[in-house]
């Protein structure tokens, strides 16, 4: 199990602010016999009949290492896996890279 990110709570109480379900804490997903986890697996469901259900999962970062382009380079390389990964196993749930402002 991967360690929280420090804005992890931050970012769960802003998106049950806005009205998103947690369903997973952190997403697991199994590919090629590797394990990866996403920090967050969300969904909400719409009131708009033409929207359906809405499924997100966020990867959260800090960038709080002495390089922040490490940490971006980091942050993209894990984004695109799990991006690539989702598509194929989960091709609703779209993708959301939380990072502090």
């Not at 992890?8 to 997903?29: C, E, F, Q, S």
């Not at 999962?57 to 002495?66: M, Q, T």
């Amino acid at each position: 199990m991967p360690a929280r990110d420090i804005y992890h709570a931050a970012v769960i109480k802003a998106l049950t602010a806005d009205g998103w379900t947690i369903t997973n804490d952190p997403l697991y997903l199994a590919y090629g016999g590797r394990e990866l986890y996403v920090d967050i697996g969300a969904e909400i469901v719409t009131i708009a009949a033409e929207r359906g259900n809405e499924k997100i999962a966020v990867e959260i970062k800090s960038f709080l290492s002495p390089s922040p382009v490490s940490d971006l380079q980091e942050a993209v390389g894990q984004y695109e896996i799990y991006r690539s990964v989702l598509k194929e196993l989960q091709p609703k749930r779209q993708l959301y890279l939380a990072v502090p402002k």
